[in-house]
């Protein structure tokens, strides 16, 4: 059943043009999704003399965990969705479920100038215009106002789950949640995504499937 209103919501994401931002209530999060990892809300505000802000956003597999990290006013906001399902039920949370586990931490202006230039010198492994983010695999989004000015990038890992690019490790300084993360792993193929509606391949698996496409000026859903 949870599964079955995650999918429904990953729909009517297409026909939701919302204001994004990390909401507190997971039906308006879920359809905005695409949104926030995209960074919609910060490319609007971000302009000449706007102050700096940056989210990260880790899909560890959207139907096992989501971390997200929002950065402004010299805090990270950390938050955590975990699978819900059985298992989970013997550590739920009612807070968890509508908020995600959330903690912050202090940043200092040479910590973030640090971590967005460890940032910087992974962009060549980013994805390039016209690649893909599958939700059923592990992929990283990043957007920021810096000096007024509106960036975004894409990072997916390899399929034998490596670690090619090196900003998480030094984010996770920052992260209080005290929620493992999912590591990355090799994934079986499990068939290609095509167009807006997850693909029924292999659909036993129980995993919500959508495709966000890297484009030359952000990330937008859909093939």
């Given amino acids: 059943?949870?599964?079955?209103?995650?999918?429904?919501?990953?729909?009517?994401?297409?026909?939701?043009p919302a204001l994004a931002q990390v909401a507190n209530d997971p039906i308006t999060r879920t359809l905005r999704w695409p949104d926030i990892m995209a960074g919609t809300d910060i490319r609007r505000s971000c302009a000449p003399g706007a102050p700096e802000r940056w989210r990260f956003v880790f899909n560890a597999i959207y139907s096992e965990q989501v971390r997200s990290y929002d950065i402004a006013d010299g805090v990270v906001e950390t938050r955590v969705f975990n699978r819900l399902g059985v298992g989970y039920l013997t550590t739920f949370s009612l807070a968890e479920f509508i908020q995600g586990a959330?903690?912050?931490?202090?940043?200092s202006p040479e910590d973030l100038?640090?971590?967005t230039a460890i940032w910087e010198a992974d962009l060549p492994k980013a994805v390039?215009?016209?690649?893909?983010l599958r939700a059923d695999r592990f992929f990283w989004t990043t957007a920021g106002c810096r000096d007024g000015r509106f960036v975004i990038a894409a990072f997916n890992y390899p399929p034998d789950g490596s670690t090619p690019f090196d900003f998480p490790l030094e984010l996770a300084r920052f992260d209080r949640s005290g929620k493992p993360g999912n590591p990355p792993r090799p994934m079986p193929d499990v068939g290609p995504l095509t167009g807006f509606i997850p693909n029924r391949h292999n659909s036993a698996d129980d995993?919500?499937?959508?495709?966000?496409?890297v484009t030359e000026n952000g990330i937008q859903f859909g093939y």
């Fill in 128 to 132: 390039k215009p016209g690649g893909h």
């Fill in 207 to 213: 995993n919500v499937r959508f495709l966000l496409r």
């Fill in 113 to 115: 100038r640090r971590l």
């Fill in 1 to 16: 059943m949870i599964a079955y209103f995650l999918r429904l919501a990953v729909y009517l994401t297409l026909a939701t």
């Fill in 102 to 107: 959330i903690s912050t931490a202090p940043i």
